[in-house]
């Protein structure tokens, strides 16, 4: 708010949704669970839009480099779960998706869960950026990994 009463004209404001990197550790924490043969408890209901570093640097290089002022919001195109990321990391690297039991993150006290987390962010468009497939963020999160085959 006391960034939007100064001179809009001066002002750049970056507005990211959740920016992922490689190695993101609450994804790190259930594959090393997974490899070990431990249950993980991925919230179904709890909602993302993920972008990656790369990408939010890129965004934020653009921006200076344009001088564009005023709001830049980014997101992923559209807005994944939690439990859904679990499953399609058990997939790529064929772990077991019996270990996956999705809850409710509401059991777990959380009270803040919008189904919608994407951001309006038309202004991509004036850098030459549009949003990003949340699945190609999640699929290069992890490229190096080869954990051993689930034998089932």
């Known amino acids: 708010q006391a960034l939007l009463t100064l001179d809009f004209d001066l002002v750049a404001i970056v507005r990211l949704s959740k920016v992922l990197d490689e190695g993101f550790p609450l994804f790190q ?4 669970s997974l490899n ?3 249950i993980i408890h991925p919230f ?3 909602y993302f839009a993920p972008i990656s570093t790369q990408f939010a640097t890129h965004l934020l290089f653009q921006v200076s480099q344009q001088r564009l002022s005023g709001i830049t919001q980014a997101s992923a195109s559209y807005d994944v779960s939690y439990a859904d990321v ?9 772990l077991n998706p019996d270990l996956i039991q999705a809850v409710s993150c509401q059991a777990a006290g959380i009270t803040h869960a919008p189904r919608h987390t994407t951001l309006r962010a038309d202004r991509l468009d004036a850098l ?6 949340p699945w190609q963020v999640i699929d290069n999160l992890f490229p190096s990994v080869s954990p051993p085959r689930f034998q089932g």
Do not use: E, F, N, V
């Open 29 to 32: 924490k259930w594959i090393d």
């Open 36 to 38: 070990a043969g431990q």
């Open 44 to 46: 179904a209901d709890l």
């Open 86 to 94: 679990a499953y399609r990391l058990a997939q790529k690297l064929q």
């Open 128 to 133: 030459g950026m549009c949003p990003p497939d």
